[in-house]
């Protein structure tokens, strides 16, 4: 059985930094893509970065990129996402998804998925 689960989430003044863990168990991180998506209340999942295991190929939203990064580290099997510079709009609850193949942003792509961590930006 496949398992994700996300830590890391918590409460951040605006310009702080967390990171958030994307550990996977019953997933063999040979060639598998783990993406961070994000959903605010109201508004709808959305891709924030991905990253592939075989070949570290990585993708950002526009809104995070040169803020946040991530990384794979395989031994582990455990995805990592670096947020710095928080902003309050970047409040929201965190998933993490995971999926057999290259990197990819719908959310339809990506069958395994853990329960969501929590971050809250104050201003």
């Known amino acids: 059985e496949v398992q994700l689960v996300e830590s890391g989430g918590g409460f951040v003044q605006a310009g702080g930094s967390l990171r958030l863990s994307c550990a996977a168990s019953?997933?063999?991180?040979?060639?598998?893509?783990v993406a961070w998506f994000r959903q605010a209340p109201g508004k709808e999942r959305e891709a924030v970065s991905c990253?592939?295991?075989?070949?570290?190929?990585?993708w950002f939203s526009g809104s995070v990129k040169g803020r946040f990064t991530i990384s794979s580290d395989n031994d582990k099997n455990t995805v990592y996402l670096q947020m710095n510079s928080l902003k309050p709009e970047d409040t929201a609850v965190y998933y993490c998804?995971?999926?057999?193949?290259?990197?990819?942003?719908?959310?339809?792509?990506?069958?395994?998925w853990g329960q969501g961590t929590q971050v809250t930006v104050s201003s």
């Open positions: 998804g995971g999926r057999y193949g290259t990197v990819v942003t719908r959310t339809g792509a990506y069958g395994f």
């Open positions: 019953g997933f063999t991180f040979d060639d598998v893509s």
């Open positions: 990253v592939n295991s075989r070949d570290g190929s990585s």
